[in-house]
């Protein structure tokens, strides 16, 4: 059974920056790993998305300030995020596709306020 694990969320004043992790228990082969996030109130929405080849896409949002990448040897996919703002302040979840099914993790809470 493959589980996601995410780390790194917390509080942290306008400006600053986070980093968040996501783990899988196992080695898997993803066609795609995604950050989502959710602030109260509001629908899910998609952050970040690093395809298998490498490729990455961003919402328009978080694009200049946000960067996903991923370490194969620790099986860990990160979210790097600077320039936080109040608007980024929600729960961050990570998302792997593979050709089989798709994982959730179980969402890290960042809360951006000074």
């Known amino acids: 059974q493959v589980q996601l694990v995410e780390s790194g969320g917390g509080s942290v004043q306008p400006g600053g920056s986070l980093r968040l992790s996501c783990e899988t228990s196992?080695?898997?082969?993803?066609?795609?790993t995604m950050w989502h996030r959710q602030a109260p109130g509001k629908q899910r929405e998609l952050v970040a998305r690093?395809?298998?080849?490498?490729?990455?896409d961003y919402a328009i949002s978080v694009k200049g300030r946000f960067t996903i990448s991923r370490d194969n040897a620790k099986n860990t996919v990160y979210l790097q995020m600077n320039s936080l703002t109040p608007k980024d302040t929600a729960v961050y979840y990570c998302?792997?596709?593979?050709?089989?099914?798709?994982?959730w993790g179980q969402g890290t809470q960042v809360t951006v306020s000074s």
């Open positions: 998302n792997i596709i593979t050709i089989q099914r798709e994982y």
């Open positions: 196992g080695s898997i082969f993803s066609i795609a």
């Open positions: 690093i395809a298998s080849g490498g490729n990455t």
